[in-house]
Structures are given as C-alpha cells and as structure tokens.
C-alpha cells in the first residue's frame, strides 16, 4: 500500500495573512505525525509567501518521519536545503505569479543546470526527487541523471472534465508509474488530490507515496487536523485489490 506525505504550506499560508505567530506549520506536522503520516512534505519558495526559513530549520528538528523540501534549483535555496539537510529534497518549477505548482520540472529542458544540484545535494546524503508530468521522455532525462526517484504531477488527473478525460489521465499516470519501475526509480504522485478522486492514484500498483496538502488542511478546518490525516491515511493507506 502507499505512504501519505503530509504538506503543512497551507498552515503556513494562513499565519502569513496576518503576519502573526499561529498557525504554527511545525506543529502541524507533529499533528499529523500523531495521526500516523508517513512523511512531512513542505516547500520553501523564493517569495516565502507561505515556510520561511525559520520553519524549515524547525521542522528539520522535530520531524521523526521524513521530512521532505519541494524546492526550485535557484542558489539561494539550494544552499538552504543543503545547510539543513532533510531527508528528500523534491526539485520543482516556480513561478512568482503562479497560486500553486501548475506542472512538472522540464528535466530535458534544464537538465543542464540540474546537473550540480543535485550533485551537491546528493553530497549532503540528501535523496532527490524531480517532480515531472507523467511523460517518458522526461522520465528517461530523470533516469540519465541519476536520481532515484520521481514524482508524478496528478494535476491532469485531477483537473479533467468529465468521465473518460479522468479515465485516460489515470492510465496516462498508471502507464507512467509503470514505465518509472521499470527504469528502477522510486514513484511518488500528488498535486490536487482529494478525498474524492485519491482512490484511484493509491490503487495504482507502482507507486510508493501520496503527498497531499491543500484538501488534507482545508478538511481539518472542520474536523482537526489529526482526524483530516487519519481520514486520508485511511484512503491511502488501504490494500490494493489483488
């Protein structure tokens, strides 16, 4: 069955409306450590409009799962993530006027200035991990530079319309998955999964784990964050029919 990754960047979203002190994302995360994650997932942007650098040092020091850093290729956070050392470093694109990550990381594209990132971070005993849209050409550039792992971007899964679009972006990912443990790469997913349509990606036979942030804290304003993780969990974590 997969593993539940945890993003507490929405809590941070909320403190930094008001510039105050709480919602604390640190506490967040031991919440939902309480309420059995796998991992805390968390994304340190250049414009800290939700983690600042305080949290992610904090976060560092009270996880007891995995803590795993989104976080672009510019030399400012590489220097951070690689001076605080998390257990997985997920590299994705960002933009300043985007509301949230709209896509995977254009491996073939950059993968040129990847190259030393992810030697510096690998040198830190870091495990990297590219966030790329389900598409072989970019899971054969990821395979040409070494990582261990990628995760699939769920996004057009979880944005299509309509019966049969949902149908053919699920197999799109299950053929991606496939072809992924096929090269030998670990195969996470997320982006815009929900209660609603989390079933079919954690049914997926080949992949290893779900992060999920946004509908995890939008649940918890209703419910509490402990019983918002354990709902998910319970979704996630469930056995894979045969």
Do not use: K
Request: glycine share 6%; hydrophobic share 45%.
């Amino acid at each position: 069955m997969p593993q539940l990754g945890v993003n507490v960047d929405h809590v941070a979203t909320l403190r930094q409306a008001r510039r105050a002190a709480e919602p604390n994302p640190v506490w967040a995360a031991v919440e939902a450590e309480l309420a059995g994650c796998d991992s805390i997932v968390c994304h340190l942007r250049e414009d800290r409009r939700h983690l600042q650098d305080d949290d992610l040092v904090a976060l560092r020091e009270v996880v007891t799962t995995r803590l795993n850093v989104e976080m672009a290729i510019a030399r400012e956070i590489v220097a951070i993530v690689a001076r605080v050392r998390p257990d997985q470093a997920t590299l994705v694109p960002e933009r300043r006027q985007e509301i949230t990550t709209e896509g995977g990381l254009d491996v073939v594209r950059h993968r040129r200035r990847l190259r030393p990132v992810l030697q510096r971070l690998h040198d830190r005993g870091i495990v990297v991990s590219l966030f790329v849209d389900p598409r072989e050409r970019q899971l054969d550039a990821a395979r040409a530079l070494g990582v261990t792992m990628v995760e699939l971007h769920t996004g057009g899964y979880a944005n299509a319309r309509g019966e049969h679009a949902r149908r053919e972006a699920l197999a799109q990912l299950a053929a991606s998955a496939r072809v992924a443990r096929g090269m030998g790469l670990v195969v996470n997913a997320g982006h815009g999964l929900t209660y609603a349509n989390v079933g079919a990606v954690a049914s997926i036979p080949d992949v290893t784990e779900l992060n999920i942030g946004h509908s995890i804290i939008a649940r918890a304003v209703f419910v509490g964050l402990r019983q918002a993780v354990r709902e998910m969990a319970a979704l996630v974590h469930r056995e894979r029919p045969l």
